[in-house]
């Protein structure tokens, strides 16, 4: 059973920086590609970033393109989502999910199989 645990979030100014962690356990986790998503108050989840289990493959939102970036460390079980130029339309809770079926990462939340209890991302302007 893999567990997922979101930390890094908080409470930031327009213009500043944040580093989200997701660590997993239970299983390889080298061997299955994670995402990160978002969903604010009264707003459906959606996608922010994704990577391959190889991390040689990361889809972005378009609206996060250029200021966030998606990375893991296989050997720490860990994925991360640097995110600089934060703004208030980025605040939000934010999930790490794994994706134990496909190679290349999805941006569709339905098809991952398992989900962290999400981190919050406040961000003041």
């Known amino acids: 059973q893999v567990q997922l645990v979101e930390s890094g979030g908080g409470l930031v100014q327009a213009g500043g920086s944040l580093r989200l962690s997701c660590v997993a356990s239970?299983?390889?986790?080298?061997?299955?590609?994670m995402g990160w998503f978002r969903q604010a108050p009264g707003k459906e989840r959606e996608f922010v970033a994704a990577i391959s289990y190889g991390g040689d493959i990361t889809p972005y939102a378009d609206t996060v393109k250029g200021r966030f970036t998606i990375s893991r460390t296989n050997a720490k079980n860990t994925v991360y989502l640097q995110m600089n130029n934060l703004q208030p339309g980025d605040t939000a809770v934010y999930y790490c999910a794994a994706d134990f079926s496909r190679a290349v990462p999805t941006k569709t939340p339905g098809q991952y199989d398992r989900w962290g209890p999400g981190t919050q991302v406040t961000v003041s302007s």
């Open positions: 239970g299983r390889t986790f080298s061997r299955y590609a």
